[in-house]
């Protein structure tokens, strides 16, 4: 059996060609398929504003820059990669970790906890977590309720929706934000977007985007203005491209995805390996979670990721609790009061889940897995 990663990317002979048209045209950077790749998810997410930026991370960063002021306390999750919540730091804000709920996404409730505890927190950063989307009454209710910022952290969402509200389309939040890194739904290689449907908002990231740099009409043929201190955060013309050819297939790569969901829940129902979720239509299934309770098995997590490795088999931990890095501990983090999270993350793991994993290699994980658990 060929080593099986627990993700990776679709391509085809389409995305080719459409990589190799943008080379063999005359732009390489901003070109057109900038434009049509963002108006295109724009009408995917159903969401106003699309900016297409270099990287999900760069797409935090600037959503950051114009969410939050320096000091500014914001709630977030210990269960995300780390651009999450370095975002915040970015900004000179601070974060604040608050437990997660049995869904792997924050916890909501808590949440509202925090802010009846301290009037002063500013935002919350949520991430649909393997692309489970977050309560959205709950978001509206604290939205209105409690006057704060919310960022929603769809890296892993896109395609996800919920009692008919799409991922990153800001129905109740002020900002979205989307990677299109390989392991993701779908890919430009690196990649990343900012969606908003505030005007304000969109102006003010896309001008930081590029070099805080204005170019308007009634200025000399030569003349532009740098207003702001911004980045070149700009994607190229030729991930866009490939980012357009993706997004056409998207829903089928969600379909192949949840038929995958549902083999793997079948296989479990009722053993030793409890799926962090089952298919239940709120999820675009980024990644397929299971928890093990460890302490009622002779293996231990570190040599399960050893054995399966031998057996050729690709697991992740998603995520060691960002609060715990040691950067973090130097900040003064890592001993917040997140049980469930210290359970997930001595429980978890993520199983090979993408578009390409054929039914054979399904099988023969979920055999392996059986086996190995069992000793
Ligand atoms: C939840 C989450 N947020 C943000 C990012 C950052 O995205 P990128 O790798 O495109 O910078 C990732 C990427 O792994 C992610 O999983």
């Not at 000091?71 to 210990?78: A, I």
């Not at 608050?98 to 924050?106: H, L, P, Y």
């Not at 001008?207 to 203005?225: A, C, F, I, S």
């Not at 955060?233 to 038929?259: H, M, N, P, V």
């Amino acid at each position: 059996m060929n080593f099986i990663p627990y993700g990776k990317q679709f391509l085809d002979q389409e995305d080719i060609d459409a990589v190799v048209n943008v080379l063999e045209s005359n732009y390489l950077t901003t070109g057109p398929n900038i434009q049509l790749f963002e108006d295109a998810l724009s009408q995917y997410c159903n969401v106003k504003y699309t900016i297409a930026v270099a990287n999900g991370t760069a797409a935090l960063h600037l959503a950051s820059l114009v969410l939050l002021n320096v000091g500014d306390k914001v709630l977030t999750t210990p269960n995300s990669f780390l651009a999450t919540s370095n975002a915040i730091l970015y900004a000179g804000a601070k974060p604040i970790f608050i437990d997660i709920a049995k869904d792997g996404n924050i916890d909501l409730d808590l949440c509202e906890e925090a802010l009846k505890k301290d009037p002063t927190i500013k935002a919350l950063y949520g991430v649909a977590f393997s692309g489970h989307m977050l309560d959205q009454e709950k978001l509206k209710y604290l939205r209105e309720t409690y006057n704060i910022n919310i960022l929603e952290d769809c890296a892993h969402a896109i395609g996800a929706q919920d009692k008919g509200v799409k991922a990153a389309s800001c129905t109740n939040s002020d900002v979205s934000i989307l990677s299109f890194h390989p392991v993701k739904h779908m890919t430009t290689g690196e990649g990343g977007a900012i969606t908003t449907n505030s005007k304000e908002l969109y102006e003010k990231m896309l001008t930081l985007r590029g070099h805080g740099m204005v170019k308007t009409p009634d200025m000399k043929p030569w003349e532009y203005e740098m207003r702001e201190l911004g980045f070149n955060y700009r994607i190229t013309d030729i991930q866009c491209a490939l980012g357009l050819s993706q997004l056409k297939k998207l829903d089928s790569f969600i379909e192949r995805r949840i038929k995958i969901v549902k083999a793997y829940d079948k296989a479990f129902k009722d053993s030793i390996i409890n799926p962090l979720y089952t298919y239940d239509g709120k999820s675009s299934y980024h990644l397929y979670v299971v928890q093990v309770d460890f302490s009622k098995l002779t293996i231990s997590k570190e040599d399960l990721f050893i054995k399966l490795k031998e057996e050729s088999i690709g697991i992740q931990l998603h995520y060691i609790p960002i609060n715990k890095q040691p950067y973090y501990k130097n900040l003064g983090y890592g001993d917040e009061h997140t049980p469930v999270m210290d359970k997930y993350y001595n429980e978890c793991f993520s199983l090979p889940m993408y578009p390409r994993l054929s039914d054979e290699e399904q099988q023969y994980i979920i055999k392996t897995l059986f086996e190995v658990l069992n000793g």
